[in-house]
């Protein structure tokens, strides 16, 4: 079976470019969670949709993030401006409802530089 | 103060042995609690829900704590499998609403 697929895998780029990233969710899903992990502060909640509705999105560090969910089988986070700070593993991952456990995408890793 | 709390560890410990991890959690309102493992350089997995009346599953055995507000999770006859690191994670719905997660405790078992 499919899991929540993300790309790109790596994404290295210059500060100040606009950065988008993918997810796929596992077909079904009606939850999406974006999560960004640093060492320094863990895994954090970005921002999740309940049938493609932004729920809570108090995680997004500023405006210079912004999340879409167009449709049930793709969302995006895009930055823009990007800045080195932002260098980070991005999750997305989904879930059937939400008593049933989240499935994980395999991250992006975005460095800044 | 954090929501979720964790000792970042490393825990060394020799294949065989047994160790234990423990979590604090702020957020009283919290419902639901799980033990996630990440595993180097790849995505969070559950690895198991924490009940009241405490679960095991296999050589892992989950304490919830209500009133002091602490979990546990204990790791009997470590493999070498077993090293990864092990993320607390509280949440006030269920296993697939919004989580927060602890920054997780690093096991190392050696041979």
């Known amino acids: 079976d499919a899991g929540v697929i993300q790309s790109p895998r790596h994404e290295v780029t210059e500060m100040g470019q606009e950065v988008t990233l993918r997810c796929k969710p596992i077909?079904?899903?009606?939850?999406l969670f974006w999560y960004r992990q640093t060492m320094m502060r863990g895994l954090e909640l970005l921002i999740y949709f309940n049938n493609n509705v932004p729920i809570d999105d108090s995680g997004m560090p500023e405006d210079r993030f912004s999340a879409k969910m167009p449709n049930a089988s793709f969302s995006t986070l895009k930055i823009q401006p990007s800045e080195p700070r932002d260098s980070a593993v991005y999750f997305c991952?989904?879930?059937?409802?939400?008593?049933?456990?989240?499935?994980f995408g395999d991250g992006t890793r975005l460095s800044i530089l | 103060r954090k929501e979720v709390e964790q000792d970042p560890g490393p825990f060394n410990v020799p294949e065989g042995a047994t160790v234990a991890f423990n979590c604090t959690y702020s957020?009283?309102?919290?419902?639901?609690f799980f033990w996630y493992r990440q595993d180097c350089r790849k995505e969070p997995k559950l690895l198991m829900s924490v009940y009241s009346s405490g679960n095991e599953d296999g050589r892992f055995t989950a304490q919830l704590n209500r009133a002091s507000q602490y979990i546990s999770l204990l790791i009997r006859d470590s493999k070498l499998s077993d090293s990864a690191t092990y993320l607390c994670v509280v949440t006030r719905g269920g296993s697939g609403d919004k989580l927060t997660f602890g920054t997780g405790t690093r096991l190392a078992v050696r041979p």
């Open positions: 957020n009283s309102a919290s419902q639901s």
């Open positions: 991952a989904s879930s059937l409802n939400s008593n049933q456990p989240q499935h």
């Open positions: 077909s079904g899903h009606d939850y």
